[in-house]
Nanobody, 125 residues
Framework: QVQLVESGGGLVEAGGSLRLSCAAS????????MAWFRQAPGKEREFVAA????????YYADSVKGRFTISRDNAKDTVYLQMNSLKPEDTAVYYC??????????????????WGQGTQVTVSS
């Protein structure tokens, strides 16, 4: 079992920045990759970014490429999502998730076995 706790969400004006954190606990040695997804009101949950736990490989959705940066601190068992140049369309609940399987970084929800409860990000225009 892996437990995930997100933090760092809030209200920010368009063009501003936020940094989300996702702290993992439990069987963290079994983590292969972690990802951020988001879900806006009335929309499906969508992939945002992913990172391998040990190698630091990353992958981003086109909608956030160049604005968001995913990183990890293995010593703290924590993954971060630095979000810059935020837009109103970035408003959503942001979730972190864990993938235990080795292979290419995944963008589909089914690949991730553990999820946090989410943190709200609201970007005002």
């Amino acid at each position: 079992q892996v437990q995930l706790v997100e933090s760092g969400g809030g209200l920010v004006e368009a063009g501003g920045s936020l940094r989300l954190s996702c702290a993992a606990s439990g069987r963290t040695f079994s983590i292969y990759a972690m990802a951020w997804f988001r879900q806006a009101p009335g929309k499906e949950r969508e992939f945002v970014a992913a990172i391998t736990w040990s190698g630091g490989s990353t992958y981003y959705a086109d909608s956030v490429k160049g604005r968001f940066t995913i990183s990890r601190d293995n010593a703290k068992d924590t993954v971060y999502l630095q979000m810059n140049s935020l837009k109103p369309e970035d408003t959503a609940v942001y979730y972190c998730a864990v993938d235990h399987r080795w292979g290419p970084l995944q963008t589909v929800q089914l690949a991730y076995g553990y999820w946090g409860q989410g943190t709200q990000v609201t970007v005002s225009s």
